[in-house]
């Protein structure tokens, strides 16, 4: 029979081979597009972080100036104090309502005693305003493990993985 005589063939599409290679670049790109998600939030978070840190810093430098500050003025009240009550000891209460000297210490002393309060409560106040900031930071810290601990990140290495290992095998070095 000749070529002629035979029954037309159906013609076929040309199927597409679709190799691992293929497969490993398809899930490459979808990781990469999740990591560069989680590069954006995380580089969001540092630089909040960033900005935190600078005020942290600026009020850590205002108590520690405040503080030497506060350490004088103590040891200067607490000699007015032990003046005060030494002279009070030795005097009469009448000698000591007449003393105007005595007043001016006493209402010195009772301003010193108000500045050093208010410096107490600015004390307390940057002392819970660096807790938060220590809560801040814990979060942050979370944040970098849970995304170390992250599937996608553990996919994205095994398929670097995988590819490097298929460079190598081909002889590249």
Same mark, same amino acid.
Do not use: F, W
């Given at each position: &029979? ?6 037309? &063939?159906?013609e076929s599409k040309p199927t597409v081979a679709i190799n691992s290679t293929d497969i490993i670049k #398809?899930?490459?790109? /979808? ?9 954006? %939030? ?6 909040e972080t960033a900005d935190s840190f600078k005020h942290l810093t600026a009020d850590v430098e205002l ?11 103590? %040891? ?5 104090? $032990?003046?005060?009550?030494?002279? *009070?000891?030795?005097?009469? =209460? /009448? ?14 002393? =009772? /301003?010193?005693?108000? #500045?050093?309060? =208010? ?14 900031? %220590?809560? &801040? ?5 979370? &944040? *970098?493990?849970?995304?170390?601990? $992250? ?16 460079y190598l095998a081909k002889g590249h070095l």
């Open positions: &029979m000749a070529d002629a005589d035979k029954p037309p &063939m159906p #398809a899930q490459l790109t /979808r990781l990469i597009d999740k990591v560069d998600e989680q590069t954006t %939030t995380l580089k969001e978070h540092r630089s108590v520690s100036s405040d503080l030497s500050i506060v350490k004088s003025r103590v %040891t200067i009240l607490e000699s007015y104090k $032990n003046d005060a009550d030494a002279r *009070a000891t030795r005097t009469s =209460a /009448r000698v000591q309502q007449a003393s105007q000297v005595d007043l001016e210490q006493a209402s010195q002393l =009772a /301003r010193e005693r108000a #500045a050093r309060e =208010a410096l107490a409560k600015r004390v307390a106040d940057l002392a819970e305003e660096t807790d938060r900031q %220590t809560v &801040m930071l814990t979060s942050l810290t979370t &944040m *970098a493990t849970k995304l170390a601990a $992250n599937p996608y990140i553990k996919q994205l290495s095994v398929a670097l993985l995988a590819a490097l290992t298929g």
